[in-house]
Nanobody
Framework: VQLQASGGGLVQPGGSLRLSCAAS????????MGWYRQAPGNQRDMVAR???????NYADSVKGRFTISRDNAKNTVHLQMNSLKPGDTAVYYC???????????????WGQGTQVTVSS
C-alpha cells in the first residue's frame, strides 16, 4: 500500500491550496483518512480526519478554513485550505487506516509529505 500526496506549494496569506492524496496497491478496505502537519521543531499534529462514512473532524486552528473530503471509489482524500495563514506553514502528511487483504489487521499508512508555505 502506498499513499501519494500532492498539491503543496507557496501561497500568500489569505490564499488557498488544495491537497490530494491517493492510496494505491493491495487495498481491501479503507477506513479513516486524514491530514497531519509538522512544522520545524514541532510534533506532527492532526489537521483533519474523515471517517469512511464521511464524518469530518478538524483541529480547532483550522475550523472554518479547511475542508476535508474523500472519494471512497478512488481511495482519495482531499484537503481544501482557504484563508491560509503563515502559521499554516508546515509539511503536510496524509494518513489512512487500511486493511490490505481479507482477514488481515488494519494498519496505518503515511504519505510522503508535501510542503505548504504561506508567506508574502
Amino acid at each position: 500500500v502506498q499513499l501519494q500526496a500532492s498539491g503543496g506549494g507557496l501561497v500568500q496569506p489569505g490564499g488557498s491550496l488544495r491537497l490530494s492524496c491517493a492510496a494505491s496497491g493491495s487495498i481491501f478496505k479503507t477506513y479513516s483518512m486524514g491530514w497531519y502537519r509538522q512544522a520545524p521543531g514541532n510534533q506532527r499534529d492532526m489537521v483533519a480526519r474523515i471517517t469512511a462514512t464521511g464524518s469530518p473532524n478538524y483541529a480547532d486552528s483550522v475550523k472554518g478554513r479547511f475542508t476535508i473530503s474523500r472519494d471512497n471509489a478512488k481511495n482519495t482524500v482531499h484537503l481544501q485550505m482557504n484563508s491560509l495563514k503563515p502559521g499554516d506553514t508546515a509539511v503536510y502528511y496524509c494518513y489512512a487506516d487500511i486493511v490490505a487483504g481479507w482477514g488481515e489487521p488494519m494498519s496505518g499508512y503515511w504519505g510522503q509529505g508535501t510542503q505548504v508555505t504561506v508567506s508574502s
